[in-house]
């Protein structure tokens, strides 16, 4: 029953598909979060998979992004966008979180959050134009696949901020069940080689923003929105390699 309730909990934070929970123990929603993935994705690509935009793969990839964007608020594209911004800052330090806790955006935000649309409809268009509609279900799952593996490898790092609330959630057992279901549901989706260059992707990515993270003295909530956007894509790509 505290899974489900975990499960609801996380649903209702990282997407508008679940009830809003107050203050929601955010450590044990963690395990959770690849599920939640699962969950957007098949509310995302069932559509899509019945035929709703018929032939016309670039308008279904198209409202394949508008919808992830609705159903997520927004959330991790604007940490996406945030941590573009303060990392083209060329600061270090508390100058760099002040940048991206800025709310207006700037160059490379305004930037990112343009590769980050255009390429989830892009990509998402070439997928669907040779079938594999189910990896466009698997690609929110593999994105916060990454985001609990970067939680894990920056558990000291946490700054204040519903971010550092989520760390210590990234146990090894959470941390490898998230990592297991995220290279499952791409292997189930598009094969072995799709979850191999999937996973190679998401490696290369994780490495930057954990560098990154050790680099400035602290990891928060754009983080991890930035590195589910970024896995997002990265499942996406990988599926086409």
Same mark, same amino acid.
């Given at each position: ?12 934070? !990282?997407? $508008?598909? @679940?009830?809003?929970?107050r ?5 044990a929603?963690?395990?959770c ?6 969950t957007?994705?098949l509310? !995302?690509a069932?559509p899509?998979?019945? /035929?709703l935009f018929g032939g *016309? #793969?670039?308008a279904?990839?198209?409202?394949y992004?508008v919808?992830n ?5 927004? !959330? *991790? !594209?604007d /940490?996406?966008?945030?941590?573009a ?12 979180f002040?940048i991206?806790?800025?709310s ?9 959050i ?8 892009a990509l998402?268009?070439?997928?669907l ?10 690609? #929110?799952?593999?994105g $916060? ?11 000291d790092?946490g $700054? ?9 959630g990234?146990?090894?057992r959470?941390?490898g ?26 490696g ?12 400035? /003295?602290?990891i928060?909530g754009d ?14 790509? @990988?599926g086409?390699?």
């Amino acid at each position: 029953m505290s899974i489900w309730r975990h499960y609801l909990a996380a649903l209702g934070f !990282l997407t $508008r598909l @679940g009830p809003a929970v107050r203050d929601p123990d955010m450590a044990a929603c963690v395990p959770c979060f690849p599920l939640v993935g699962a969950t957007l994705g098949l509310v !995302l690509a069932v559509p899509l998979a019945l /035929g709703l935009f018929g032939g *016309h #793969p670039l308008a279904g990839a198209f409202a394949y992004a508008v919808g992830n964007l609705a159903l997520t608020r927004g !959330l *991790h !594209l604007d /940490g996406f966008a945030d941590v573009a911004d303060a990392w083209g800052s060329f600061t270090r330090g508390e100058r760099f979180f002040a940048i991206m806790k800025d709310s207006r955006i700037g160059a490379f935000g305004g930037m990112a959050i343009a590769v980050a649309l255009v390429g989830q409809t892009a990509l998402g268009a070439e997928l669907l134009g040779v079938g594999k509609v189910w990896l466009l279900a698997a690609a #929110p799952v593999a994105g $916060r696949a990454l985001a609990v593996a970067l939680m894990r490898c920056c558990r000291d790092l946490g $700054r204040p901020g519903l971010g550092s609330l989520c760390l210590p959630g990234a146990t090894r057992r959470a941390t490898g069940f998230s990592v297991l279901l995220g290279l499952a549901a791409l292997a189930a989706a598009g094969g072995l080689w799709a979850a191999a260059w999937g996973a190679a992707l998401c490696g290369v990515v994780l490495w930057r923003l954990a560098a990154l993270a050790r680099e400035q /003295g602290g990891i928060n909530g754009d983080f991890l929105g930035a590195a589910i956007v970024a896995g997002e894509l990265c499942a996406l790509a @990988g599926g086409l390699l």
